[in-house]
């Protein structure tokens, strides 16, 4: 194949893909002084203007002649704003990659050049399956995938290599029969306020109230699978996973904050939404920093979310039909949480709830249905 005449055009009316040329060397180059660039892909550190002239004018012209990697320019706005990539294809399947520049991120820009490349693959190139994989904790990327029908995500440890280390890679793709469009929900964390309190993302200067609050001995005590002692890095963890439960779409956690001094004084987290056979129903659990207890803080963040999920999704809620929550038999403060909030007990189950010295003691179940809150 001759480059860059037999290049195809791929457009969708506001994004077009085609043919490097000389004149993007200097965009690619400052494109790839960006640091999250950097971060998340593997090109050179630092990053020389030879390398992208090198980029353009050898590699890509070259992957299009031997067939073994198909590279276009991104142009949005009259201008170029990335570049996105096919590569291998043996046996119908191959793999993508892409980068953007920073000024257009967040405009929908990634997800629509991913669709047509996808597109491509599929209807010129004759692929069953395109793969992407990304390092762990490039969520932007993930996103990009996700919006593009890639699905059945898995982390292979050491998957991949950054200038000599071995970082852990997220991988998934997308079929040719497969829509390219979003599998399952990747929910957001809506804030949410009122009588005096901010449900809001987790953010990293909470960690050190996550450590005390987590490190406590009487949340250590009902929570008896919390790490001890109660670390930092575990606190980063935690909100780590926190961004896995929303992309999966199995759960959502707030941050439960103080409306004036965004103190953080708890957690309250709904789950469960994806793997129950019952897609309408959502379970909740918290846990409540020591200096917030007895003023209410955990009933009135549990009424907060209540009202949340109980919203419409077309609404921005969680379009939950029940709730579910279980307390373990002695902790009298989670089950008055529940009954304030007009929950039900509709049973127990028996040794359900792990104490820390190997024994169990019976889970308390409350449950909650749309019909039974009352509106305001």
């Known amino acids: 194949m001759r480059f860059p005449e037999d290049v195809p055009v791929l457009t969708d009316g506001v994004v077009t893909l085609r043919a490097h040329t000389a004149d993007d060397i ?76 920073p ?34 904790g490039n969520w932007a990327s993930r996103r990009v995938a996700w919006k593009a029908g890639f699905h059945g995500v898995v982390v292979v440890p050491g998957g991949g290599r950054s200038r000599g280390v071995r970082e852990n890679e997220w991988i998934a793709s997308v079929g040719r029969d497969d829509a390219l469009e979003p599998h399952g929900t990747w929910w957001d964390v809506a804030v949410l306020e009122g009588n005096g309190l901010r449900l809001r993302p987790f953010q990293p200067t909470d960690a050190e109230r996550i450590v005390e609050a987590c490190s406590d001995e009487r949340t250590q005590y009902w929570l008896a699978d919390l790490p001890s002692p109660y670390t930092l890095g575990d606190a980063h963890g935690f909100m ?63 009424g907060l979310l209540i009202d949340h999920a109980f919203k419409p999704v077309a609404e921005g809620g969680l379009g939950r039909r029940r709730l579910v929550l279980l ?14 909030n007009g929950f039900t007990q509709f049973g127990r189950m028996r040794e359900a709830a792990a104490r820390r010295d190997g024994t169990y003691v019976d889970h308390l179940g409350f449950d909650l249905l749309a019909s039974e809150r009352l509106p305001d």
Not at 270 to 298: C, L, N, Q
Not at 327 to 340: I, K, L, R, T
Request: charged share 25%.
């Open 240 to 302: 780590r996973n926190r961004r896995d439960n929303l992309a999966s779409g199995d759960g959502i956690s707030w941050a439960i904050a103080d409306q004036e001094t965004d103190e953080l004084l708890g957690c309250v987290s709904m789950f469960g939404m994806s793997t129950r056979m019952d897609k309408t129903v959502g379970e909740i659990g918290y846990w409540m920093h020591p200096s917030a207890r007895g003023r209410k803080v955990m009933s009135t963040a549990v």
């Open 327 to 340: 307390a373990a038999e002695g902790n009298s403060a989670s089950a008055h949480v529940a009954e304030v």
């Open 26 to 101: 200097d965009s690619v180059y400052q494109m790839c002084q960006d640091p999250v660039m950097q971060r998340w892909t593997t090109i050179p550190v630092p990053y020389l203007r030879e390398h992208a002239v090198n980029f353009l004018t050898e590699l890509i012209p070259d992957g299009w002649r031997e067939g073994t990697m198909w590279a276009w320019a991104i142009e949005y706005d009259g201008r170029y704003a990335g570049t996105i990539d096919l590569r291998d294809g043996e046996g119908g399947v191959g793999e993508v990659g892409f980068g953007v520049t």
């Open 103 to 136: 000024e257009v991120r967040g405009a929908g820009v990634m997800t629509r050049a991913l669709k047509l490349t996808v597109r491509h693959a599929f209807d010129v190139l004759g692929w069953d399956r395109v793969i992407w994989r990304a390092f762990t």
